[in-house]
């Protein structure tokens, strides 16, 4: 079974940063596309960014390009989640998510993904 575990989260004022990792075991890492999400208390869960099986490919949700940067260590088995200049809209709990992938790709679709971390919750204060 794999298994997610997402870290990092904190209290940040605006215009701070914070990076989050997302620690991948179970399977093979190197097999999976990841993506990020995140969930504000009263809202669905929203695409954030995704990264392709090698790390070469990435594509970010408009709200945070420029932002945020997502990246992996294949042989960490770790995704992370780069977050500069954050604002109060950003704030929301933090989902990792896996999706099993045969090619080089990524995918922002949220049905898509196979499996999920906790969450963890990124507070950002004005």
Same mark, same amino acid.
């Given at each position: 079974?794999v298994? +997610?575990?997402?870290?990092g989260?904190?209290l940040? *004022?605006? &215009?701070? =940063?914070l /990076? +989050?990792?997302?620690?991948v075991? &179970?399977?093979t890492?190197?097999?999976y596309?990841?993506?990020?999400f /995140?969930?504000?208390?009263g809202k669905?869960r929203?695409?954030?960014? @995704?990264?392709?099986?090698?790390?070469?490919?990435?594509? #970010?949700?408009?709200?945070?390009?420029? /932002?945020? @940067?997502?990246?992996?260590d %294949? $042989?960490? %088995?770790? $995704? !992370?989640?780069q977050?500069n200049?954050l604002?109060?809209?950003?704030t929301?709990?933090y989902?990792?998510?896996? %999706? +099993? /992938?045969? @090619?080089?790709? #990524?995918?922002?679709?949220?049905? %898509? #993904?196979? !499996?999920w971390? *906790?969450g @963890? *919750? $990124?507070?950002v =204060?004005?």
């Open positions: 079974q298994q +997610l575990v997402e870290s989260g904190g940040v *004022q605006a &215009g701070g =940063s /990076r +989050l990792s997302c620690a075991s &179970g399977g890492f190197s097999n596309a990841m993506g990020w /995140r969930q504000a208390p669905e929203k695409f954030v960014a @995704t990264i392709s099986r090698s790390g070469g490919n990435t594509f #970010y949700t408009s709200s945070v390009k420029g /932002r945020f @940067t997502i990246s992996r %294949n $042989v960490k %088995n770790t $995704v !992370y989640l977050m200049s604002k109060p809209e950003d929301a709990v989902y990792c998510a896996a %999706n +099993l /992938r045969s @090619t080089d790709s #990524y995918t922002i679709i949220i049905d %898509n #993904y196979d !499996y971390g *906790q @963890t *919750q $990124v507070t =204060s004005s």
